[in-house]
């Protein structure tokens, strides 16, 4: 068992692969520290069974050698003589194999961060319209505003608080959503955390800044406004 559990030895764990139908008991007989993995939790535990008594039907094993070349020979040779019919023809060095399972996790990220830049667009978009929306029916309620003697300062900052009420709301809801849906995952994706501060320090500080952008030029318009005018529409 690949976990610092001591008292695990001797224990009873359920194994089963591919499905639950074909679970069985199996007897901890020793504990290793670490073993090379792509798992991004530490405390992720690994098993390694026997194969007289658990034969999977595809099999991944890992040599050590002088040379990968040797290495891979001597494999094909004992596994030819073992068994002939078995095919041992996808053979990779374990650094490769580690690169390439680290390269889909990358792209997966990068598709990621694609999708947030695409949603964070949007959601600038969306609040500049929202904002300049309310702005232009409040038109009069500026001009009055002006001509009793408010700055434009004040009015600028009164519509950029508007951006930011909305930006609020949006973060609440989005950080309870996904705290639901990384609360679903954790049980099917190793290394899910529930709620990451720093990630979600980021999101927030990105929407608070797309929430100004947005504002700016709405709340620029509304503090330009002519009291005359606004007052005789």
Known sequence: LGLAVPDAIGTTVQVGYPNPSSRRSVQIVGVFPSLP???????????LLSLR???????????????????????????????P??????????????????????????????????????ATGGTYAIVASATGR?????????????????????????????SAIGAVVGLSVGVGVAQLMRSAIVGIAILDPLGSALSIGAL?????????????????????IALRE
């Open 53 to 83: 008594s658990f034969v999977p039907p595809t099999l991944q094993v890992v040599v050590r050698g002088s040379s990968y070349d040797q290495a891979r020979s001597a494999l094909q040779s004992a596994v030819t003589q073992a068994a």
């Open 138 to 166: 409040r038109t009069r309620e500026f001009g009055l505003r002006l001509a009793l003697g408010s700055t434009r300062g004040r009015i600028m900052r009164l519509v950029l608080r508007q951006g930011l009420r909305l």
């Open 208 to 228: 608070v800044l797309a929430a100004v952008i947005a504002s700016a030029l709405p709340a620029y318009s509304a503090s330009r406004t002519d009291p005359m």
């Open 37 to 47: 993995t792509t798992r991004s939790r530490a405390d992720a535990a690994s098993i």
């Open 85 to 122: 019919t078995v095919s041992t023809d996808r053979t990779q060095r374990l650094t490769d194999y580690l690169r390439d399972q680290e390269i889909g996790v990358i792209r997966l990220g990068t598709l990621g961060a694609w999708l947030a830049a695409i949603c964070l667009v949007l």
